[in-house]
């Protein structure tokens, strides 16, 4: 009997993760293809602002990150940095020393590669309208691990933390981009990220995407 109600209990929980994932992947499409349409008329303005000085070049930013099981993929971003800032970077032992030292960023006052523009962009969360596109493409989910580089997953420091990190989609927002972002730190990060995974849900996404909106508007953590 008792086993009976073992099985019926996991039926029902495989059941409700599959309706859970059923309902995200409705949500992600809808709530990406409207945010889209909304921005549509930035993409012709910021085509503009890309011809001109210092911005002057493409107008996303396509870097690989890792996605789900592993899967890479190329993020979109409105270009907030000097056209070919990446190998700027590696071209500067001291910054590229720093940067690798600081879980991959820079602070935006020590980092020459950004421009006026895209200072504000990133202060206002702008630069991330693109990776509607990447959530589309089923790439990415609005919730979710966000999507790093592959250098950054020797953090995870067990398989099993790695495995888990990798079985969801990456998100626009997620626990660390809501609840601290570059205040949090590897290992933290970690343990913040993989919390998430365990306790996913869809009163939890929305739960996140309130407080993602909180803190893009206090520009809390934002570099």
Known sequence: MWKAMGDLAETHTKKGKVLYRLLKRFFDIVISTLALVVCSPLFLIFKVVYLFGENK??????????????????????????????????????????????????????DPRITHFGHFIRLTSLDEIPQFINVLKGEMSLVGPRPIVEAELKNYDTPEHLNKFLSVKPGITGCWQAFGRNKIGYPKRCNVELYYVDHASLLFDLKIIVKSFSSVLKHDGVY
């Open 57 to 110: 070049g493409p107008m996303l930013y396509k870097q690989l990150r890792v996605g789900k099981n592993g899967k890479q993929f190329l993020i979109y971003k409105f270009r907030s940095m000097v056209n070919g800032a990446d190998n700027k970077l590696k071209a500067n032992p001291r910054l590229y020393k720093k940067y690798l030292q600081n879980d991959f960023k820079l602070p935006v006052d020590d």
